[in-house]
């Protein structure tokens, strides 16, 4: 069964203090890989997708990573605004035909502090 | 803005009683998915419709269906409805299969049963 486990599951930073989300993932083989940002009460924003181990992408402040079991999104000087529940989740390549669902981590919810 | 769209935003009832939930997918997009998000269980595939067939299903009871009609939007309908169904609902959408295949979230349906 694909699991993905987040961790911390809360954090909070100082504006300026950089850190690091680590999304861990067991998976049948792996399509990709998301990460979502959430705010309280709203749909999930897509962020990234990572495809293959080694890959990287940067938004802003954010730059997510992944490995062959993990990724990292790290939170380069994080502003106030920053702070949210972010998400991670897995496509499995087992999924057949155009079956495309998505299974997510519980999130880390991250405040960041003025 | 995502694109997505789901009506009503917020809907209140009682126990046994049926709803229906609705989402209009981004311009051009072909898949919808379902998910439900509660405090205990976090975000949970229901189902996945493509160009009006159903492609994938993940822990959807048998009390839920869903359907997309011919102009791509999609109905989720949830009936007997239990204390535990409370949750809030997502739609999101994605492109014509490919590689590149990220969900897009609407803004979600918060239904309370009391």
């Known amino acids: 069964e694909d699991q993905v486990t987040q961790s911390p599951e809360a954090l909070r930073l100082q504006e300026g203090e950089s850190s690091s989300l680590n999304c861990s993932y067991t998976?049948?083989?792996?399509?990709?890989l998301f990460w979502y940002r959430q705010d309280p009460g709203k749909g999930p924003e897509f962020l990234f997708t990572?495809?293959?181990a080694g890959e990287e992408k940067e938004k802003e402040r954010l730059k997510a990573t992944l490995t062959k079991k993990e990724s990292f999104l790290h939170i380069t000087a994080p502003k106030p605004e920053d702070s949210a529940t972010y998400l991670c989740?897995?496509?499995?390549?087992?999924?057949?035909?155009?079956?495309?669902?998505?299974?997510f981590g519980s999130g880390t919810q991250l405040t960041v502090l003025p | 803005d995502s694109g997505v769209t789901q009506t009503p935003k917020h809907l209140i009832t009682a126990t046994g009683q049926r709803v229906t939930l609705r989402c209009s997918p981004r311009?051009?997009?072909?898949?919808v998915y379902w998910y439900q998000q509660s405090l205990d269980q976090g975000l949970q595939f229901l189902i996945q419709?493509?160009?009006?067939?159903?492609?994938a299903k993940g822990n959807i009871l048998e009390r839920f269906s869903a359907q997309q009609f011919p102009d791509l939007h999609s109905e989720l309908n949830l009936s007997s409805l239990e204390l535990g169904d409370s949750a809030l609902y997502f739609c999101?959408?994605?492109?014509?299969?490919?590689?590149?295949?990220?969900?897009?979230f609407g803004p979600g349906t918060r239904l309370t049963v009391t």
């Open positions: 989740a897995v496509q499995p390549l087992g999924v057949s035909g155009s079956a495309r669902q998505l299974t």
């Open positions: 998976v049948s083989g792996l399509r990709g």
């Open positions: 999101a959408s994605s492109a014509a299969l490919g590689i590149y295949y990220e969900q897009y």
């Open positions: 419709y493509y160009n009006g067939e159903e492609r």
């Open positions: 311009s051009g997009d072909l898949s």
């Open positions: 990572l495809y293959s």
